[in-house]
Nanobody
Framework: VQLQASGGGLVQAGGSLRLSCAAS????????VGWFRQAPEKEREFVGT????????VLTDPVKGRFTISRDDAKNTAYLQMNNLKPEDTAVYYC??????????????????WGQGTQVTVSS
């Protein structure tokens, strides 16, 4: 499967963005989709995931209550809705996927496929 992330941009603190992760190929519904981000000079970190067999997202603590993840399997697309953005959310955001995956959801190494990343910049 090939992934393409989009929707990033420049937004003021308190604003919102919705990132999309469009997948090519078949059987998108069998893929767990993860979102990660990487800020300058920092390691890539887990943001959240939505599993292939469960529709409730799992989110890291710093974004709980502000971000949510959803998917539309008919459109082969997953979404990361980001509200009340903060300057510390500034990063390149990546979507990733792993088929039939329900393991250690926040471990980047277990996701087989990655999109190219989309830049999110939050100004104060």
């Amino acid at each position: 499967v090939q992934l393409q992330a989009s929707g990033g941009g420049l937004v003021q603190a308190g604003g919102s963005l919705r990132l999309s992760c469009a997948a090519s190929g078949r059987s998108f519904s069998t893929y767990t989709v993860g979102w990660f981000r990487q800020a300058p000079e920092k390691e890539r970190e887990f943001v959240g995931t939505i599993r292939w067999n469960l529709r409730s997202p799992v989110l890291t603590d710093p974004v709980k209550g502000r971000f949510t993840i959803s998917r539309d399997d008919a459109k082969n697309t997953a979404y990361l809705q980001m509200n009340n953005l903060k300057p510390e959310d500034t990063a390149v955001y990546y979507c990733s996927a792993a088929q039939y995956y329900s393991g250690n959801l926040n471990y980047a190494g277990d996701y087989e496929y990655w999109g190219q990343g989309t830049q999110v910049t939050v100004s104060s």
